[in-house]
């Protein structure tokens, strides 16, 4: 198995200091899942944070495809849509290019689709260029006989619980959902869980717009920033797993 594409793939958001890269993430999760019952079962994750689908192209297609692996995943496209002035459709096209490439071995492809965003104040307004490109997605993935792990369809993580702090990343609740659904679109019997997040107390309005502002300042300024100075945090950063390699599980 290799796992190609950005933050939400190298597992940003769901923190394990014994991980390599310390995060896990939902391809973590589903690696453990088919290791179990494969003895000879080997995995890499080549996805960086903040990566476009050109960089994820340009970056980690052929470096996957050396690898000569049975199964992979891509997630790619997410940070192009949310960019103000991108177009769906020509992120689409960069996408059927890079699945044209790595179907040339005949390796089993799951592509992923967008997150519903219509529950977040923050990534309301993007819902319909987001659902321009899931049915992109769809034709691509109908084109070239891929799987589809559903995010838009999956309402559990449409829960303000399932998100990290910066309201951009998962949380370990969310990649553990995520993780379940990629294994059920693979149809794979597991024993994971459907886990719920805690339910969020009632804040009053002011409060609600103190943590909004708090927000703001701490993880929307800096992103900002960073794109005006064409810069991105995955700049410096490395695969957290370059190469394929057994999962290791901890002595019980």
Not at 106 to 111: E, M, R
Not at 217 to 226: A, G, K, M, S
Request: hydrophobic letters at 40%; glycine letters at 8%.
């Amino acid at each position: 198995m290799v796992s190609i594409g950005d933050s939400f793939t190298e597992g940003i958001g769901d923190p394990e200091p014994g991980a390599p890269g310390g995060n896990r993430g939902w391809a973590d999760r589903v690696a453990e899942v088919l290791a179990r019952d494969c003895p000879d079962f080997a995995y890499a994750n080549l996805a960086v944070r903040g990566k476009l689908i050109g960089q994820i192209i340009n970056d980690q297609l052929e470096p996957a495809l050396s690898l000569h692996p049975d199964l992979i995943t891509l997630c790619a496209g997410g940070n192009d849509v949310i960019r103000p002035g991108t177009d769906p459709d020509e992120i689409a096209e960069k996408l059927d290019g890079a699945v044209r490439t790595l179907s040339r071995d005949g390796a089993t492809i799951v592509l992923f689709t967008g997150v519903d965003t219509g529950f977040s104040p923050v990534m309301r307004a993007l819902r319909g260029k987001v659902a321009i490109y899931n049915e992109n997605v769809r034709a691509v993935a109908q084109r070239y006989d891929c799987i589809v792990a559903d995010q838009w369809a999956l309402s559990e993580i449409q829960d303000p619980g399932m998100w990290a702090p910066d309201r951009l990343h998962l949380n370990p609740l969310g990649h553990h959902t995520v993780a379940r659904m990629v294994l059920d679109a693979l149809n794979v019997p597991n024993d994971l869980q459907p886990l719920r997040p805690e339910a969020m107390p009632e804040s009053s309005w002011r409060q609600a717009r103190s943590e909004d502002l708090a927000w703001a300042r701490e993880h929307l300024v800096p992103w900002v920033i960073r794109r005006l100075r064409h810069q991105s945090s995955g700049d410096n950063v490395s695969a957290k797993r370059p190469e394929a390699a057994p999962i290791i599980f901890p002595e019980p």
